[in-house]
Structure formats: structure tokens, C-alpha cells
């Protein structure tokens, strides 16, 4: 079965800082992993997919499948990073089933 | 395009009863996914959908059962209604099943007393 942990419930950084997002996986086949976000009173979006390895709103992710981590970066955080954060795993065999962490809250602090 | 629909968009009910949520996707998008959220934790799996078709299931049991439509819109039913049944109820469209992005809905917020 596949599991999804996000270790962080909570995490908070200054502006300009650094931000790590902790993300590792379960999962006995290949993996496809996604991160999610979602802004105050806004609906679950995307933000970045793993095998496309683009960089989103200055955010990147690297898939380290020694570590089965997928952690989410970004070099200096600004103010409007502040959201809820959920990593996901895609499973296949034909199922097709996201499934999600617990989310971590990033509050940039200005 | 207003992207996915949900509605309602809270909903209140008691134990024992029945509800149908509903759901409109995005158009052209043909598979529809349905996630339970409780309070404090990620979206959990409870079905997909693509050309009417089940693809998939999460680990709810059978009070929960889903369709999809020949719109590709989605019903969503739960009967026997428990208090622990309540939560945000997620909708997401995309393209195709699979590794496709998914595209999130507001949300019903149902209530169980």
C-alpha cells in the first residue's frame, strides 16, 4: 500500500529565508509524485509535478528515490508562499489513485 | 469557464440519512475523482471515474457509492450516515485518468449530527 508523510504539520520561516517542505513516500512501484497547494480561500491546485522538473513560483522538487523523498524547495521565500502544502503520490495498475499527506502549513513571517 | 462544480456547498444531516453530492466538470474533461477531507488531514481517495466507468476505489465501505454521467458530470452517494462521515467532500476533474493534473472543486461541506 502507499503512504504519503509530510513529518511537518506546521512550518514557519522568515521572509527572504530559505524553505524546505519534507515530503517521503511508500510505494513498491514507480512512483509519480505531485505537490499541491492551496492558498487561503482558494481551491487545491497544482503546483508541481515531479517528471515534468519545471520550476514553479520559484519552487523545485527533486525525486530521490534512495531516500524515497520528494522535498519541496525554494531558495527565498516571500510572503504570498503562505498556504497549505500537500504532496501526493499517483499509484497506477490502472487504479489511479492520488494519494495525499497530512499537508504542511508554511508561514512566511515578514 | 467556472471549473469544477460542486453543490451544495455545505449541507447538514443526521445520523441514518442519506445524501447526494454533486458534481460538474470541466469541459471537455472526462474523469472525475472524489476525495473525502476531515478536518486536519489530506484529501483521501474515494473513487474515480472515467466514461462512466469506475477506475478506481479507496478504502470506504460500500454505504459510499458514486456515478458518472453521460455529461461526465458525477453524483456522489453516502447512505446510512455516520458522524464520522463528516468532512469536506472534494471533487476534481482532469483530461484523461492517470497522470494528468488534477483540477479541484470548492468542495461540499457536509455536517452530521
Known amino acids: 500500500a502507499q503512504r504519503v508523510t509530510q513529518p511537518e504539520k506546521l512550518l514557519s520561516v522568515f521572509k527572504g529565508a530559505p524553505v524546505e517542505l519534507k515530503c517521503n513516500y511508500s510505494?513498491?512501484?514507480?512512483?509519480?509524485l505531485f505537490w499541491y497547494v492551496q492558498y487561503s480561500r482558494q481551491r487545491l491546485q497544482l503546483l508541481l509535478r515531479?517528471?515534468s522538473r519545471e520550476s514553479i513560483k520559484g519552487f523545485t522538487a527533486d525525486l530521490n528515490k534512495g531516500e524515497t523523498s520528494f522535498h519541496l524547495k525554494k531558495p527565498f521565500a516571500q510572503e504570498e508562499d503562505s498556504a497549505m502544502y500537500y504532496c501526493a503520490l499517483l499509484s497506477g495498475a490502472g487504479s489511479y489513485q492520488l494519494t495525499f499527506g497530512k499537508g504542511t502549513k508554511l508561514s512566511v513571517i515578514p | 469557464d467556472a471549473g469544477v462544480t460542486q453543490s451544495p456547498t455545505h449541507l447538514i444531516k443526521t445520523r441514518g440519512q442519506h445524501v447526494t453530492l454533486r458534481c460538474s466538470p470541466i469541459s471537455g474533461h472526462k474523469s472525475v475523482s472524489w476525495y473525502q477531507q476531515v478536518l486536519g488531514q489530506g484529501p483521501q481517495f474515494i473513487f474515480q471515474?472515467?466514461?462512466?466507468?469506475?477506475?478506481g476505489r479507496g478504502n470506504f465501505p460500500d454505504r459510499f457509492s458514486a456515478r458518472q454521467f453521460p455529461n461526465y458530470s458525477s453524483e456522489l452517494n453516502v447512505n446510512a450516515l455516520l458522524l464520522g462521515d463528516s468532512a469536506l467532500y472534494l471533487c476534481a476533474s482532469s483530461l484523461l485518468p492517470g497522470a494528468y493534473e488534477q483540477y479541484f472543486g470548492p468542495g461540499t461541506r457536509l455536517t452530521v449530527t
Open positions: 471515474y472515467y466514461e462512466k466507468e469506475e477506475r
Open positions: 515531479h517528471i
Open positions: 510505494y513498491s512501484g514507480s512512483p509519480e
